[in-house]
């Protein structure tokens, strides 16, 4: 794809606030791909990230070379770095835990831009729909839980479990030996160091999107999260 030159880094030696920008950095790089924009400089690219210019060019120093002063970066190339670095290339099979109203709106999305991304199987606990299928998935009981997702070799869970239940549930899914968790639920939860959680608040979410909104002109292409 052209571009830069990439270093033989470690991932450890990645500051753990540059880590969490660059799937940030991937999906604006993948928007700007598919609007057919082939270079973009680091100032432009902080108008659609929202993240200052300095620390675009801070965080793209630690991979190596990727642009050159004046002229910029190579969309394709970056997004062949970063796509890498983050595994996307990757098969990454996923279980929903909690198949309400927001646990159904993802299995229904099943990360359509990703095809490496698959929600494999949903989990509940109401009677009502264990053993059924809705919405085109099996649900199996949280009893069944480890037993599952070892069979379906399942690696990653998602909960939208609410606060009041959450800790049970991600007990059950941390015995299950699952390291990668993704949580909905705003309060925190105890977890093993030697396990990554990252929580999703919507109501945090949605009170900085209002704030950028009020005081921050919008860029004409934004991926925020």
Request: glycine residues 8%; charged residues 20%; aromatic residues 10%.
């Amino acid at each position: 794809m052209g571009g830069g030159q990439v270093n033989n880094y470690s991932t450890k030696t990645i500051p753990r606030a540059t880590a969490k920008r660059l799937p940030l950095y991937l999906r604006n790089l993948t928007i700007l791909h598919s609007k057919g924009i082939v270079r973009i400089k680091s100032k432009e690219f902080s108008k659609i990230t929202q993240v200052p210019p300095a620390t675009i060019r801070r965080d793209f120093s630690y991979l190596g070379e990727l642009g050159r002063s004046g002229y910029g970066y190579e969309v394709g190339f970056l997004i062949k770095v970063f796509s890498e670095l983050l595994d996307s290339y990757e098969e990454n099979r996923i279980a929903i835990v909690g198949f309400g109203n927001l646990g159904k709106a993802l299995a229904n999305n099943n990360f359509r831009r990703n095809q490496n991304l698959t929600i494999d199987c949903v989990f509940d606990t109401d009677p009502a729909i264990v053993g059924q299928t809705v919405g085109g998935f099996y649900v199996y009981s949280m009893a069944d839980f480890e037993k599952v997702v070892r069979e379906k070799n399942i690696k990653t869970a998602i909960s939208t479990v609410p606060s009041e239940y959450a800790q049970e549930a991600i007990d059950i899914v941390v015995h299950s030996g699952i390291t990668a968790i993704l949580n909905f639920a705003p309060d925190r939860v105890e977890v093993p160091d030697s396990v990554s959680m990252r929580y999703i608040d919507l109501t945090t979410e949605l009170l900085t999107l209002l704030f950028f909104d009020r005081n921050y002109k919008k860029p004409s292409l934004v991926a925020t999260s």
